[in-house]
């Protein structure tokens, strides 16, 4: 009796073993095209999503997997491999920042403060995955973590319909506990796309990377355009400007119309006067228009 009860307990803890590990091999077998540890072969996106985790221990240590991902970013931006660095990450203790520790030492290593974006509800990778897509409207880019990170980064992503490809950065030796927690970590990551449908927590605005410019119709291209221009776009008090049409030059106004700029209106002398003797009124000067504002959020 006794024996049949042990094997009783040994098949009910033996069966959801075996489906959590053939899940979690389903999971690297499916991802696996998508992953590159050689950068050279890796191909160019515009964006790489450095996913955050902890600079130090406990203990008090450093963490060899933020080191890995560091590089890892600092080589494929290096290479040409990407053009902008988005850092994601968790940020929910004053004391705890994921996104501004990465971005303080990439900045350390001589990578442009403008070429680096933060995000900052990047609290799992789930949240990271679909806030690049839905906040940072990014639907192709590179993921830059360890492989086992890739592969499940990647899972997401492929559910979302999102098309990500992860550049591998090493991994410690000493991995096995990480790797054990990796295999629960994959099976939460089906319950919530298959189970619980989550969502990011925090989604907020679009923030497109890199940011748009919004171009006035009819100008030359931003930001060819000349101050005489700008004055013409600018709207006065009592002066209608057809929809879509910007005049060009300085041309004579029709009879009975009002010019377009004080600057090109006749000048008459006071019928109380002798237009030969009189002086004429002052003209006024157009101010120089106002400097672009730097519309560049990163």
């Not at 940072?136 to 086992?148: E, G, H, L």
């Not at 997401?156 to 054990?180: E, F, T």
């Not at 004579?252 to 237009?275: Q, R």
Request: hydrophobic residues 40%.
């Amino acid at each position: 009796m006794w024996k049949r009860l042990i094997y009783t307990l040994i098949i009910i803890a033996g069966v959801p073993l075996l489906i959590a590990i053939g899940l979690d091999r389903w999971i690297s077998w499916k991802t696996a095209p998508f992953i590159y540890e050689d950068l050279k072969s890796l191909p160019h996106r515009q964006v790489g999503v450095v996913l955050g985790t902890a600079k130090y221990f406990r203990t008090g240590g450093i963490n060899q997997y933020y080191l890995y991902r560091m590089q890892g970013a600092l080589n494929v931006y290096n290479s040409g491999k990407v053009n902008y660095l988005l850092l994601s990450g968790d940020n929910a203790q004053q004391s705890y920042n994921e996104p501004v520790t990465m971005r303080r030492d990439l900045l350390a290593h001589g990578m442009p403060s403008s070429d680096i974006w933060l995000d900052f509800a990047g609290f799992r990778t789930l949240d990271s995955i679909i806030r690049t897509r839905k906040v940072f409207d990014t639907n192709d880019f590179t993921i830059i973590t360890q492989r086992f990170h890739c592969e499940r980064a990647l899972f997401i992503a492929m559910n979302m319909g999102i098309q990500a490809q992860c550049y591998a950065v090493p991994s410690p030796k000493n991995m096995l506990s990480i790797r054990l927690r990796e295999i629960v970590a994959r099976l939460g990551a089906l319950t919530d796309l298959y189970i619980l449908k989550r969502e990011p927590r925090f989604l907020g605005p679009m923030i497109p990377i890199p940011a748009r410019h919004d171009v006035p119709a009819g100008a030359q291209g931003y930001p060819a355009v000349s101050p005489e221009q700008l004055l013409e776009l600018q709207p006065r008090p009592g002066v209608t400007v057809p929809a879509g049409t910007v005049p060009a030059g300085n041309p004579s106004p029709a009879a009975g119309t009002a010019p377009s700029d004080p600057a090109s209106a006749p000048v008459t002398a006071p019928e109380s006067l002798d237009p030969a003797s009189a002086d004429p009124a002052p003209v006024p000067v157009p101010t120089a228009p106002a400097p672009l504002p730097d519309v560049h959020t990163g």
